[in-house]
């Protein structure tokens, strides 16, 4: 089989890119240490250092132990080289978190939402950072809709952002590399990270959500888009002879009273999770702390068991969402400053 050409220039990128995340993953290390973690050369990896020394990218933070020569120098990257944001967009506000090289959350704030004023609201939001923070490289924009490279193609109730192409519309305007990921799959991605579970998980996260129900799901350790990038959207999942599961959920509301809207959520959960249970037979099943309670877990089992063999149902647990899908924006910011997020 034939290799394709790798450029010179790609290929010392690619060095690059391990001695960052190495790193950023360690903290400090000596080239030796470097070569060892990455399987690269210790010439090529003393080469690479030195230049980002000298480009300032990397800061030599004194000497390590010595196994008898002399002590080795030690490397970390330098917090101050570049900064990324991270923004989520909710229905009533736009979150927004600075972070530096190492991946420290330097600052946050929270403005006003802008899903229904449209694009030129955002670009001005985004525009005060940029000029604020001349260093900033990279921005990572999580979205309450269904994405394709970039461009949201499925937003509930927000026209305004429909079929948006956040991804090339800021990258023209704004010297930042730009990815976009739905509000869920980033969730998912952010407990994952939380959590320490292993590395092949399959997971479903839950939210009902001020936009809509909607669910990230991982399988063996990899989200999963789907074909056309719609996997997730649980809204539109047939659980009963007439209604789906967003209309089963909006009709709690005509419920009598308060008792018998939550046995028409819990009825309506029981019959989710039978269906990702017969399907993905994940590990665990994560719902917002919002949305259910460790009280309605366990009617929730119980109402699952009806449908599929209790045996076989997964772990299902309730979490903070915003503190998870924030972490994941933060991840894959990181990722990005560090040059290995996704294209």
């Not at 330098?78 to 959350?105: C, I, Q």
């Not at 952002?161 to 704004?174: G, I, L, S, T, V």
């Not at 719609?230 to 809204?235: A, P, T």
């Not at 809207?261 to 039978?274: E, F």
């Amino acid at each position: 089989m034939k290799l394709p050409f790798v450029q010179p220039k790609m290929m010392g990128e690619m060095i690059r890119q391990q001695i960052r995340a190495a790193l950023c993953r360690d903290s400090v290390s000596t080239k030796a240490e470097l070569a060892q973690k990455t399987g690269i050369s210790f010439p090529t990896i003393s080469k690479t250092l030195d230049e980002m020394n000298d480009q300032g990218e990397v800061l030599l933070t004194g000497l390590g132990v010595s196994s008898g020569g002399r002590r080795p120098k030690q490397y970390r990257l330098n917090a101050d080289h570049m900064a990324g944001l991270a923004v989520g967009l909710e229905k009533d506000y736009s979150s927004y978190a600075l972070l530096n090289y190492v991946g420290e959350v330097i600052g946050r704030e929270k403005l006003p939402g802008v899903l229904h004023d449209g694009p030129e609201r955002l670009t001005e939001q985004i525009g005060t950072f940029v000029k604020r923070y001349p260093h900033l490289r990279a921005l990572t924009l999580g979205v309450p809709g269904a994405v394709n490279n970039g461009r949201v193609f499925y937003m509930l109730d927000y026209d305004k952002f429909q079929n948006f192409d956040f991804k090339a519309f800021y990258q023209e305007r704004f010297p930042l590399r730009v990815q976009v990921e739905n509000d869920m799959n980033a969730t998912v991605l952010g407990y994952h990270d939380r959590s320490g579970d292993e590395q092949d998980r399959s997971l479903v996260y839950l939210y009902l959500g001020q936009n809509g129900p909607g669910a990230g799901i991982m399988v063996n350790g990899d989200v999963v888009r789907g074909s056309s990038f719609f996997s997730g959207e649980v809204s539109f999942l047939p659980l009963y002879d007439s209604r789906n599961f967003l209309q089963a959920v909006q009709d709690r509301a005509s419920a009598q009273n308060g008792t018998e809207s939550r046995l028409r959520l819990i009825d309506a959960m029981s019959r989710l999770v039978a269906v990702f249970t017969a399907t993905l037979n994940p590990h665990t099943i994560i719902f917002c702390s919002t949305d259910m309670t460790e009280h309605d877990l366990t009617d929730v089992r119980k109402g699952s068991a009806f449908y599929v063999p209790a045996d076989n149902l997964p772990s299902l647990i309730v979490r903070d969402w915003e503190e998870d899908y924030f972490h994941g924006l933060n991840q894959l910011t990181i990722k990005t400053m560090l040059g290995t997020g996704i294209d």
